[in-house]
T-cell receptor, first 116, second 111 residues
């Protein structure tokens, strides 16, 4: 089915461990994004990618690493997980309108990550 | 620094009545505004958007109003239905790579 899928949906890990969250989209959207959702903060941008091999930091990038070797995949890695990274993580993608105008972002169903 | 604020964490309305969700922003450079709806255990779903060159956009039961001078955005749902019960996020953007979200308002529509 077309869309954007995230895996795993739920993950429990321990502090100091590396964990990778996966995101896959079938729309061939050029832009992809990673957000975290925390109570009282809404969604905050961690990293985004404008195209394959082009990534850049968002509002809260510390402690995270991303890559984008293929247009359809945008994994997010926590290299050494900390308790403060316990959150719900959403991946999103969007195309671009005429003259690179804004388009809505379309979200996956999220990964709930708990770090003990 | 929260550039987009939803000051009401929750709202409860009766089925069939109007729901009005509000959003304020501080950055005058925002030129594209959106509302998303989110059910539990699902991702946000795009609902409706408005460009800064407009002050109103309608889509069925949903209307978004933009007051640029007041830096205020609102979403009207008429008539409200129980299936509209969800968390609503407003968002504002000045570039594709810079979308800011409010903290959300939980709407409950009572039968």
């Amino acid at each position: 089915d077309a869309g954007i899928t995230q895996s795993p949906r739920y993950k429990i890990t321990e502090t100091g461990r590396q964990v990778t969250l996966m995101c896959h989209q079938t729309w061939s959207h050029s832009y992809m994004f990673w957000y975290r959702q925390d109570l009282g903060h809404g969604l905050r941008l961690i990293y985004y990618s404008a195209a394959a091999d082009i990534t850049d930091k968002g509002e809260v990038p510390d402690g995270y690493v991303v890559s984008r070797s293929k247009t359809e995949n945008f994994p997010l890695t926590l290299e050494s997980a900390t308790r403060s990274q316990t959150s719900v993580y959403f991946c999103a993608s969007s195309g671009t309108g005429p003259n690179y105008s804004n388009q809505p972002q379309h979200f996956g169903d999220g990964t709930r990550l708990s770090i003990l | 620094d929260q550039q987009v604020k939803q000051n009401s964490p929750s709202l409860s309305v009766q089925e069939g009545r109007i729901s009005i969700l509000n959003c304020d922003y501080t950055n005058s450079m925002f030129d594209y505004f959106l509302w998303y709806k989110k059910y539990p255990a699902e991702g946000p779903t795009f609902l409706i958007s408005i460009s800064s060159i407009k002050d109103k956009n309608e889509d069925g039961r949903f209307t978004v109003f933009l007051n640029k001078s007041a830096k205020h955005l609102s979403l009207h749902i008429v008539p409200s239905q129980p299936g509209d019960s969800a968390v609503y996020f407003c968002a504002a953007s000045q570039a594709i790579n810079d979308m800011r979200f409010g903290a959300g308002t939980r709407l409950t529509v009572k039968p």
